[in-house]
């Protein structure tokens, strides 16, 4: 086999083994269903947009926990939840803002309440 069609399988199986290692490991990332039986969670993510002010999102919980729950000035609309921790640890996210808003998928105006 000449050199430059070795050099091509190589790079093809190596890539192909790079997919495959990090395909399976986008599941790791996931929290696991805590005691309400869910692992994902509805929120109103705020825009800034006077013509869509929210975009309904669902998401795995701990990305909530990790990263929602910090940026867009705050303005995210999602209920309490319970989720495992990355140490299997079931832990309670106080919501903020409306959380029945969230859980209606963002219609209407949201009423301020935590939910």
Do not use: W
Request: net charge negative; charged share 20%; glycine share 12%.
């Amino acid at each position: 086999m000449p050199i430059s069609r070795r050099i091509a399988a190589f790079a093809g199986a190596t890539a192909l083994a790079a997919v495959a290692v990090l395909g399976a490991a986008s599941p790791a990332f996931a929290t696991k269903p805590a005691s309400d039986g869910e692992h994902k969670v509805p929120y109103c993510h705020a825009t800034h947009s006077e013509k869509n002010p929210y975009v309904f999102i669902e998401t795995d919980k701990i990305a909530v926990v990790r990263a929602h729950n910090k940026h867009q000035d705050l303005e995210d609309h999602y209920p309490s939840f319970v989720y495992l921790d990355t140490d299997g640890v079931e832990k309670f996210f106080e919501g903020r803002g409306d959380g029945q808003f969230a859980e209606n998928g963002c219609v209407g105006e949201p009423g301020g309440g935590i939910g």
